[in-house]
């Protein structure tokens, strides 16, 4: 049985193909016997609004029970939200946070205007893995250290990784790696 992977990446990132480990990662993901990994530009890049970005990981993508979601930024929202609403094999955060932090951009994604509702996350995954730096110069500790006290994630926590815009991520690769034995 194959297993999908889903990148969903964070807003305003462009090619997604090109930008930061996204490519790099779906490359090596889909090199992987049983796995095809699914890595698209998204609708609505820059505001990335759930309205918009949870039909197309469900219709477009195929999103669902046999899906790990791996979600960086905004899409670490998405993912969230996502598994909400639906059960999906596991969920990958990657900078995750809980509020807009005051950025007009980031209200409007429509993420932030309710609270999380950590059960149900919890209840629709196998697994939740958390990737999160003390230094990310856009996403506060507080915020990610909420997500994972919320979701009782497995975190892995840095102190060096910024907001994880490298071109690779063999972290990444090797927790994903774990997750499919």
């Known amino acids: 049985m194959t297993t999908k992977i889903a990148i969903i990446p964070g807003n305003g ?22 796995v095809s990994c699914d890595l698209r530009n998204m609708p609505d890049p820059v505001i990335a609004k759930e309205t918009v970005w949870l039909p197309f990981m469900h219709e477009e993508m ?20 996502y598994s909400e609403k639906y059960p999906v094999k596991g969920i990958i955060l990657v900078s995750a946070c809980v509020t807009d932090l005051g950025d007009d951009n980031e209200r409007a994604s429509g993420y932030y205007n309710r609270p999380w ?61 774990e997750k499919l034995n």
Not at 145 to 157: H, I, M, N, R, T
């Open 62 to 81: 195929a999103c669902d029970e046999t899906t790990i979601i791996i979600g960086h930024s905004s899409g670490a929202e998405a993912a969230m939200r």
């Open 117 to 177: 509702e950590w059960q149900k996350m919890k209840s629709n995954t196998a697994f939740i893995v958390q990737f999160g730096s003390t230094d990310d110069p856009f996403i506060p500790w507080k915020e990610q250290q909420q997500v994972a006290d919320g979701l009782e994630s497995e975190f892995k926590k840095y102190n060096d990784k910024g907001h994880f815009m490298n071109t690779s991520f063999p972290e990444l690769l090797n927790v994903v790696k």
């Open 13 to 34: 990132a462009g090619d997604v193909f090109c930008a930061n480990w996204y490519g790099w990662m779906h490359k090596k993901l889909n090199q992987i016997s049983g």
